[in-house]
């Protein structure tokens, strides 16, 4: 994987079983967005960007796909969450609704309805119910956060990616969307990107530690954290590198 | 030998040298104002608003500004309705769409160089292009004897509408570009990650965060357009009255005052100044006032707008 005549990661090898969560560690550039952003194809939006070698999403490859239509279907298959929460500039139920769009215009009520559903998942709907029509932008971080999470839910995603999503946030706002994350790992496949080590041991069950483009080593997360194979990785969760 | 007295010096000059031309500078401006307001504001009354300009503005009167104003509005409705589009249009390409070829420099550089002509070059242009007898639904017929459509008059409200358009198209749609530029990367990508596709989150999510500065380039636009007088010269005419069928502000004449002349306050203003035949100063200043207080109203309009629909604050929507 290659930004024109930089590489960036090299030899990835990674699987991520159905209905985890994988966490993503290492320092920063090491790769760990632009490998998240491969998988939905976020990067074909940078011309200089080069891919070799093959990503499956439930078995479909994903750079198989020619058709921009295609991209898109791929990409509403799969929830991105950004590290800085972004709702767009528009009402909380408009964006709830944003992505459901061509439903939304067959069936308006069933759409809200839907989307008051995911509100509720996201333990959101309560402290919002009364806002539906305020701006998005006037929530807190932490519930802009989880309004894109619920955002996300309204297509059939079956594979969540993270990055980073809590580090603009505080430590109640933190420990909700982990507990959401639990509660989604139920039903979703969850990827997450994170700098917080605390974060990663707590709620995932595999961790791939990157460096400078490369995985140094993947597993189970107890593993990764307790008994690591490699000298750099053990540097890495001591927080000595 | 230039040593470090030298330098000393120019360090104690220079300040001071920007600081009057500073003072010059404001000076300047103030004194422009000061001189309108105070020639024109004491001529502004109801009936010099409301009354038709004279025939001649030779006439002691010379009337009041009446259609001069309705001119100028007029004007400025055409050139910005046909300029809109176009520039959000080309904004958008330029933003979204270009591959920064060889096409793309060369539309780049071709609004910067119509930037630089001179408007009386379009006015001419204008005019060479819309006596054209099949432009005649722009302007009015030109008949010979024999009733037979020689070519088309080529000036009107349509017409000059069409030359202002074209002026201040490098200047709206440069403005747009930076507002579109400007707009967060982030949304554009949030939108498309829920599998919106380019033209939705365009439409959706890049125009509604650019719109302040969409609002600013079409404030820009007008305000150039309002001030304009050498398109208004050519391809407006030389008149002061309207000159459709009466009254040219009935509905039913509405398209017809438009395929005809008339004037605007720039034009009125030549017209009863020394330099035109008037020689009528006191009413040149109070249409001088009026068109400043329209420019200055609209630059406020801007500020309370962009006050009200500010993207940071998430209003608003599609
Ligand atoms: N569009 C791009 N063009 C060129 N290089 C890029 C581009 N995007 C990322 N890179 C480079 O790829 C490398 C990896 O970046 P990436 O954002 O994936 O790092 P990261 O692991 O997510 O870092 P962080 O933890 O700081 O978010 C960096 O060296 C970066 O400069
Ligand atoms: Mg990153």
């Avoid at chain 2, 930037?115 to 060479?128: D, K, N, R, S």
């Avoid at chain 2, 990650?193 to 500065?213: D, H, Q």
């Amino acid at each position: 994987m290659s930004f024109g005549a930089k590489q960036v990661l090299f030899d990835v090898n990674i699987e991520a079983p159905a209905q985890s969560v994988y966490a993503f560690i290492g320092p920063s550039g090491c790769g760990k967005t632009t490998l998240l952003r491969c998988i939905n194809r976020m990067n074909d939006l940078t011309p200089s960007f080069r891919l070799t070698g093959e990503i499956r999403v439930n078995g479909d490859s994903v750079y198989e796909m020619k058709t921009d239509r295609q991209a898109r279907e791929l990409r509403r298959r799969i929830g991105m969450i950004f590290q800085r929460p972004m709702p767009l500039r528009m009402s909380v139920m408009r964006n709830m609704l944003f992505p459901y769009r061509e439903h939304y215009q067959a069936d308006k009520k069933k759409a809200a309805e839907l989307a008051v559903e995911k509100l509720r998942l996201v333990g959101l709907y309560d402290e919002v119910k009364e806002r539906l029509d305020a701006p998005a932008g006037s929530l807190s971080g932490g519930q802009q956060q989880r309004l894109c999470i619920a955002r996300a839910l309204m297509l059939d995603t079956g594979l969540l990616l993270l990055d980073e999503p809590c580090s603009a946030l505080d430590p109640v706002s933190t420990f909700q969307i982990e507990d959401l994350l639990m509660k989604l790992k139920q039903t979703h496949t969850i990827i997450m990107v994170t700098h917080n080590m605390e974060q990663a041991r707590r709620i995932s069950d595999r961790t791939a530690f990157f460096y400078q483009g490369r995985v140094v080593e993947s597993g189970a997360t107890l593993q990764v954290f307790f008994q690591p194979e490699h000298e750099l990785t053990q540097k890495y969760v001591q927080g000595i590198i | 030998m230039p040593g470090k007295k030298n330098r000393r010096i120019s360090a104690a000059v220079g300040p001071v040298y920007a600081w009057l031309t500073m003072a010059v500078v404001a000076a300047v401006c103030l004194l422009i104002l000061l001189t309108v307001v105070m020639m024109g504001a004491g001529q502004i009354s109801v009936d010099f608003l409301l009354r038709e300009p004279a025939a001649s503005a030779m006439d002691a009167g010379a009337g009041g500004i009446s259609t001069p104003l309705a001119g100028t509005v007029l004007l400025t409705l055409v050139g910005i309705a046909a300029a809109f589009p176009v520039s959000l249009a080309t904004s958008i390409y330029m933003t979204y769409y270009t591959r920064k070829g060889a096409l793309d420099r060369g539309i780049e550089t071709a609004i910067d160089i119509l930037a630089g002509v001179p408007t009386v070059v379009i006015a001419l242009f204008a005019l060479a292009v819309f006596t054209n007898p099949a432009f005649t639904f722009l302007s009015t017929p030109v008949q010979n004897d024999g009733g037979v459509i020689q070519r088309a008059y080529g000036k009107s409200f349509l017409v000059a509408g069409v030359a202002m358009a074209v002026m201040i198209l490098p200047f709206v749609t440069k403005s747009m570009t930076e507002a579109l530029k400007r707009a967060p990367n982030s949304y554009l990508e949030g939108s498309l990650a829920l599998g919106a596709n380019k033209w939705e989150t365009i439409c959706r999510v890049a125009i509604p965060s650019a719109r302040r500065g969409i609002v600013t380039g079409v404030i820009l636009g007008m305000g150039r357009i309002m001030g304009d007088t050498a398109i208004v010269w050519l391809a407006l005419g030389g008149t002061l009255r309207m000159t459709g069928r009466q009254p040219w502000y009935a509905p039913g004449n509405w398209l017809d005052t438009l395929r005809n002349t008339g004037s605007t306050l720039t034009s009125y203003i030549y017209y009863t100044s020394p330099a035109g035949e008037g020689n009528n100063l006191e009413a040149a200043f109070g249409a001088s006032f009026v068109l400043i207080v329209i420019i200055v109203l609209l630059n406020a309009a801007t500020a309370a707008l962009g006050a009200i629909g500010d993207p940071e604050r998430g209003e608003g929507g599609e």
